[in-house]
């Protein structure tokens, strides 16, 4: 099946740094969506990309949807300590598919803010 | 407005034991999907549910696994004869409609645990 693979794995950073995530696949997606998940809760959707191209924001959030369709990035400006967590890019499982809503996730990126 | 709730938090059972785990999703949501998630990986789809009905089942590992959502609202996930290698987080989510730009709101998550 589809995959996604993320990196870094992980980051270390110091506060007031901009971060840098990126998430690439082998096959096309239509859709890239970007969760972050806290400990002991479910991913909570950042961002949703739907256009080759797109680049959108959502406060210090801001997203790509890469041109070839194959790869997505997320950028953190001026993080801070509440950025800690895991980022999961993810994109439909069944891309062109009749599955409605079936995700395929990355294996996260995990982003550690030092004060 | 309420987000998706499951019941319980957190599961401990014993090898061979039966298990139910419960999922209200927001209302008004058509679509309801599971997902494991096992640790330092992201979640991987099992079901996903239009209304009453399974519309995409092909992520149930094996027949130990069934999921119900009987009047196309609040889903029961259920497993049989549960073994070690079911430990993990189970994350319910939902959407608006099938595909809703892909944006599914996920709940905090079961965590079971198998002795």
């Known amino acids: 099946g589809q995959q996604l693979n993320q990196s870094p794995q992980s980051m270390f950073i110091q506060e007031g740094e901009d971060v840098s995530m990126n998430c690439t696949s082998s096959s096309i997606f239509n859709t890239w969506l970007w969760y972050k998940q806290d400990p002991g809760e479910g991913p909570v959707l950042l961002i949703a990309l739907y256009k080759a191209g797109e680049l959108t924001s959502n406060g210090r959030l801001t997203a790509q949807f890469g041109i070839t369709r194959k790869d997505s990035f997320l950028n953190i400006s001026a993080s801070i300590p509440s950025d800690v967590g895991i980022y999961f890019c993810a994109g439909p499982a069944n891309a062109g598919g009749t599955s409605y809503g079936k995700l395929t996730f990355g294996q996260g990126t995990i982003l550690t803010v030092h004060p | 407005g309420a987000g998706v709730s499951q019941t319980p938090s957190n599961k401990v059972t014993e090898k061979g034991k039966y298990v139910e785990l419960r999922c209200d999703p927001i209302s008004g949501h058509t679509a309801l999907y599971w997902y494991r998630q096992s640790l330092g990986q992201g979640p991987e789809f099992l079901i996903y549910f239009q209304g009453t009905g399974a519309a995409d089942d092909s992520g149930l590992p094996n027949d130990r696994f069934f999921a119900v959502r009987p009047e196309g609202s609040v889903s029961t996930l259920k497993i049989q004869r549960t073994e070690r290698g079911d430990s993990a987080v189970y994350l319910c989510?939902?959407?608006?409609?099938?595909?809703?730009?892909?944006?599914?709101?996920f709940g905090p998550g079961t965590r079971l645990t198998v002795t």
């Open positions: 989510a939902s959407s608006l409609t099938p595909g809703a730009g892909y944006e599914q709101y």
